[in-house]
């Protein structure tokens, strides 16, 4: 079985930095992408950022030029460096990944961390 374990959320200042870690175990071929996505209270689940396993990044235009999508293959975990934070990035995170394991191709999810960011 495969399973996704988000970690590093917390509360911080407008301005601080987080870096939240995506740790993919179990039988495991191959990741394809890794994503993260967030939820606010009231709104619908949007995508933040997208990492292929070359390397190929994409971000949503709110957090370009603040946040980092970044990936260790040899460890099969993902990471999100969010830097100059502001209260709109308060939601939870979720660490979304298309691993071909086992039973082949699927998209698995993590359970979330939260993030808060407050004066």
């Known amino acids: 079985q495969v399973q996704l374990v988000e970690s590093g959320g917390g509360l911080v200042q407008p301005g601080e930095s987080l870096r939240l870690s995506c740790a993919a175990s179990?039988?495991?071929?191959?990741?394809?992408?890794m994503n993260w996505y967030r939820q606010a209270p009231g709104k619908q689940r949007e995508l933040v950022a997208i990492i292929i396993r070359d390397g190929t990044t994409n971000y949503a235009d709110s957090v370009k030029g603040r946040f980092t999508i970044s990936r260790d293959n040899a460890k099969n975990t993902g990471y999100l460096q969010m830097n100059s934070l502001k209260p709109e990035d308060t939601a939870v995170y979720y660490c979304?990944?298309?691993?071909?394991?086992?039973?082949?191709?699927?998209?698995?999810w993590g359970q979330g961390t939260q993030v808060t960011v407050s004066s």
């Open positions: 179990g039988s495991i071929f191959s990741i394809h992408s």
């Open positions: 979304s990944a298309h691993i071909i394991g086992l039973r082949g191709a699927n998209n698995y």
